[in-house]
Structures are given as C-alpha cells and as structure tokens.
C-alpha cells in the first residue's frame, strides 16, 4: 500500500473549515500511538504555519518519512495506514515527531533496543510511557534486513553525494530569477514546482541519515556503560570540523576578530548594531567597507539559517540579520582561547584520551572492541551526515521562502494581508483560489492570525500518547511555574564534555540575548540552528529539552563548548544571574550561587 497523497490532503482541505480545529490538525495513530516534541521542537518551535505543511509537509514528507524506514530494511509500506499522517503530526497547531515506529526500528534493529531510541529522542525527560511489545513488533527478516543496513554503516569511509547535493543547491540559489519581475502565479508556480521536484528525496535522505546517526551512537553509548565508563561517551562522540551547522559560528568569529582588531569598528559596534549596517554604508573608510563585503558575503553563504528555518514564513537572516550581528557583537568581546578552533582542540585531546581508555578497557574482548573502532568512526561521518542533510532542507526551503516573501509584500501592499509574512496562514489549495479571487482572504487571515495567536499562548505536552488533551487542559506560557524545593545537583544527559562555570543567561530569542556575555552559561528550552553563533560566545549551555542526537549537542560537540541537555525544567529552576557549574561529561549542573 502506498501513502494517499490526495486524500490526506483533502482530509487537512476539509479541516481547515473547522475554524476551532487548526487547519492542517489530525489525529494521532492508532497503530504508532506515541508521539513527541523532541527533535522537531528545534526546528518547529512555534505553530506550524497551513502554508508550509501542505506545501510539504502533508504530500511529501509523511510519504518520505515511510520511504526512508523501508529503504533502512526496517519496515514493509503495507505497516503504515495510506491515507493519514503517522510519522509526522499536528496537535492543536504544533508539530510532533512519531516515537512508536521508531521503537521498533529500536526493537528490529540488532545491537540496539527500544531503550536506546527513547534515549535518543528524550534523554532524561520524566513521564515517557515504558515500551511495549506488541505483536508484530519483532521481526527476523527485518532485522536481517537492518543487519545489512548496519554493516553498511559500519564501513562507509565517505558520503560524497551529501556534496554533490549541496552543490547542486548553491547552484539553485545562484540561478534564483530577478522574483520581483514574476506576476503572482508565476512565484506560485514556482514555488509549488521546486517542492514537487525536489522536496521528498532530500526529506528521504534526512531522515535515513537520522537513523543512521542513531545505530553508533547507541552502541559506543551501550559499550561505556557495559565497560563502566559512561562519562566518557560525550568525549567520544565530538565530530572534527565537519558539522554544517557550526560554520556560520566559525564564520562568524572571524567577523568578531576583524571588529576586535579595528578601532574603527568597534566604535561602531559600541554605539549598538540597531542601525549599524546604515551606519557602516555610510562610512567611506575602508575597514567599515571591507567589513560590510564581508557580512555580505556571509549572509550570501548563510542567508537561509534563521531560527524556525524549515518554516516557509521564518524571518531567516537574508531578511533580518540581527542574530548574526548580535552574535559578533558578543564574540568581539572574548578572548582567543573561546574561539571555536581552540576550544575543538581541547575536546579532540579529551577525544582521544577517551577512546584509548576504552580501549583499554576492551582489551581482550576483540569482537566487541573491533566493533567499538567502527562504531567511533561511522559516528563522526553520520552525525556530520545528519546534519548536512537536515542544511541541504534548509537551504532548499529558502528557495521556496522567498518567492512566497515577495507574494506576501505583494498582498499586504494590497490591504489584503496586514504584515507579508501573513501568506503562511493560507494553505496551498487557498492560496490558488486567492490568486483568482482574493476577496475571502482579508477576513480567513484574520480569523487564522487571532487563532495562532491563542494557540502560541500554549505550551504543547512535551509527549502526546493516543489521545490530544483538549487545549483547555495545556498549560500557559505565561503561568508561573511551579518550582519545587531547590536541587544543588539538576540531573540531564551529557552533550558536550568538559566543564564551565558562570552566571547563568536565560535567553528565549537569539537575535535577543540580554545581557549575556562570553563568560556566561547560555540556558534555554530548545535551540535550532540561529542558535548556533551564540554558542561559540559563551562558556557552556543548558539546555530543558535534548538528547544525543539533537542539534543543541551536536553542534557542542563539534564547537567544543560544555554543553547538558534533557535538564527538566531548567529554565524554570535556574534563575536568571545564579552562579552555576556546567559538566558536560557527568551531564550534571551544579546550583552555586542564587
């Protein structure tokens, strides 16, 4: 059975004229019943815009989701129901990630379990329903299919095509046309016929790079514990210069180095960046020029990253920059021993010292010490690989993003729209009708906009298990939390070794980092890539919601900053200005100070 592109998407059509039901909502699975925020929080922290999810979301990526489980050899396509989103949903506006199937992609998988996924995925958040084995859930042909799979992953030395993808999207970028030129149905058409053509194989690949990443992380993770060294994992695991999404942090620094050596720009960053690139283009002196070519030329390599960046409506830096300046304007003010190359060298000494610990703790157990070394290197190649791949999305959403900005500019320019980025409250469907009649648009936007607005006053369960609670029953964000007797010791999981201690910064927004500075320990509920330049400006990071394969630690590792993830309610219990201690290692924080 193959999945019913046409009648999911009229299922979200007829839903979407449900004005108390969010228009691309569904149920969650009868036969995959658990779902969860993790993962997708980092790239979908907000509600999920109509526009996007039946761009792609709905007709390509749910269908995706389940190619890439069959290609892995861990499911049939006949396991899934063909007309209803299973991997990928929607509950009261936000978006979940599947946690059933991938238990058991868990549960098939030899040397893994449904353990070692639920770590993966939650880390040491609390309430995860313990895994239960139903019938079907164990297969010996599918787990000689994964076998296969494995020993590939186990001896791939390279991943050339990553490249040549990410070649072949440069190159989409470099041929954008002049948008402005192009009537309305022609930025349409040309968004609709970007997605169709290329959308689903670049999902497949994400995602089988995803579970890729899982297998030797689950067993060098598996193989310290049973070795009774399971500090030492977070060690083994830093990736070496090779993560997408740490370079624009190592671009970035560069820029800080330039300010930090010229008088001329720092007197400009110390009057604020508010206005500072009218004030650099007014400046004729060559430092203040030679500067603005320079962001010019990172914001051409990296306009697509932005906080929210899968979204079609995400305001990425192409079109507001001020998480990037904001970014130089902390690293201008570290020393060089907090640049990423330094710090990587310190967690790649670590690195080695740790394996070679290991290995000289398996001395003897040949069989499980060869498989040790294999894991250790398919770890950097897939953890590096997951993360290209989740940038080769990115960067082809940016393509779509900005035809879709110019017919939002287009419509509010109209009086239809009341802000351009408004074009995402339409799914695609609507957004064809409004190209030959826009006179419903006006009071739809309207009655979508005052809905998400109500809906991101919410804060969605962190895990939902067959049944949606009613959104009466959510909690809001701005309710008080209720802290608990104070803990000397929050236990997470270990991200980043290595130790740090400072004041602790809670910071919700990048682009808006208070009064954080370099020797301060970033603490936040989740982060995505536009989070990525402020790591490298501060000593450590906290983060509530994590775990090993998530952005927050990979990106650590791969900028050597200490870094604990899965700390339950860590922006609730740790004040704004408490001294802390971070050990990525342990992946403990240690209150010190209120």
Not at 46 to 68: D, I, K, N, Y
Not at 178 to 194: K, N, P, T, Y
Not at 257 to 281: M, P, Y
Not at 360 to 378: K, P, R, S
Request: glycine letters at 8%; a negative charge; one cysteine or more.
């Amino acid at each position: 059975m193959t999945y019913d592109r046409a009648a999911a998407t009229r299922f979200v059509t007829e839903t979407s004229k449900n004005l108390n039901r969010w228009p691309v909502d569904n149920d969650p699975s009868g036969r995959f019943p658990l779902f969860t925020r993790a993962n997708i929080g980092e790239v979908f922290p907000t509600v999920v815009m109509p526009f996007s999810w039946t761009l792609w979301g709905v007709p390509h990526s749910e269908p995706g989701w389940r190619q890439a489980l069959v290609n892995l050899g861990a499911f049939d396509l006949d396991e899934f129901t063909p007309d209803r989103m299973e991997m990928l949903s929607v509950f009261g506006g936000y978006g979940y990630l599947n946690v059933s199937a991938s238990r058991i992609f868990g549960r098939r998988a030899p040397g893994l379990s449904p353990e070692a996924i639920d770590a993966s995925f939650f880390g040491e958040q609390p309430d995860v329903p313990p895994y239960e084995e139903l019938p079907g859930h164990d297969s010996a042909r599918h787990s000689e299919q994964l076998a296969e799979t494995i020993a590939w992953v186990f001896s791939q030395p390279t991943l050339p095509e990553l490249m040549e993808t990410r070649l072949k999207l440069i190159q989409l970028r470099d041929s954008r046309p002049d948008l402005s030129a192009m009537d309305d149905l022609a930025l349409l058409e040309r968004v609709l016929e970007l997605c169709e053509d290329h959308w689903e194989a670049l999902w497949v690949r994400h995602i089988m790079a995803t579970y890729h990443s899982m297998i030797p992380s689950g067993v060098i993770a598996q193989i310290c514990a049973s070795a009774g060294l399971p500090e030492l994992s977070a060690d083994i695991m830093a990736v070496a210069g090779e993560v997408d999404s740490a370079l624009p942090a190592r671009r970035l620094w560069a820029l800080s180095r330039q300010v930090k050596a010229s008088d001329l720009l720092t007197a400009h960053f110390d009057r604020g960046i508010g206005k500072l690139l009218q004030r650099l283009a007014g400046d004729p002196a060559q430092e203040a020029q030679g500067f603005r070519f320079a962001f010019d030329a990172f914001l051409r390599e990296f306009g697509f990253r932005g906080e929210n960046e899968w979204e079609v409506r995400s305001r990425c830096w192409e079109l507001d920059s001020k998480a990037p300046l904001a970014a130089i304007e902390l690293m201008r003010r570290s020393e060089e021993s907090a640049s990423p190359d330094a710090r990587m060298a310190t967690r790649l000494a670590a690195r080695s010292e740790a394996i070679a610990t290991v290995e000289q703790a398996l001395a003897g157990e040949g069989e499980i010490l060869t498989q040790f070394q294999a894991a250790v290197g398919a770890a950097g190649l897939f953890f590096a690989a997951r993360e290209r791949t989740k940038t080769n999305c990115a960067m082809f959403t940016h393509e779509m993003r900005m035809p879709m900005w110019t017919l939002g500019r287009r419509f509010a320019e109209r009086g239809l729209f009341e802000e351009p980025s408004q074009f995402a409250l339409l799914t695609v469907e609507e957004w064809r009708t409004a190209l030959r009649d826009p006179g419903f648009v006006p009071d739809l936007v309207g009655e979508r906009a005052e809905q998400a607005s109500m809906l991101a006053a919410l804060k969605p369960p962190f895990i939902v298990n067959g049944v949606v609670p009613p959104l009466d029953c959510w909690a809001r964000r701005d309710a008080t939390a209720a802290v608990t007797e104070a803990q000397p010791v929050l236990q997470g999981q270990p991200g980043c070794a290595g130790t740090a201690r400072g004041r602790a910064r809670l910071v919700s927004d990048p682009g808006e980092p208070g009064e954080l500075g370099p020797e301060d320990i970033l603490v936040a509920r989740h982060t995505d890539p536009a989070w990525t330049p402020l790591f490298s400006a501060v000593s450590g990071v906290i983060v509530e919601v994590g775990a090993t394969v998530s952005h927050a630690v990979i990106v650590a590792r791969e900028l050597g900053v200490p870094c604990v993830t899965s700390v339950t309610g860590a922006t609730a219990r740790i004040a704004d200005g408490s001294l802390v201690e971070v050990d990525g290692g342990r992946g403990t924080v240690t209150l010190l100070e209120a």
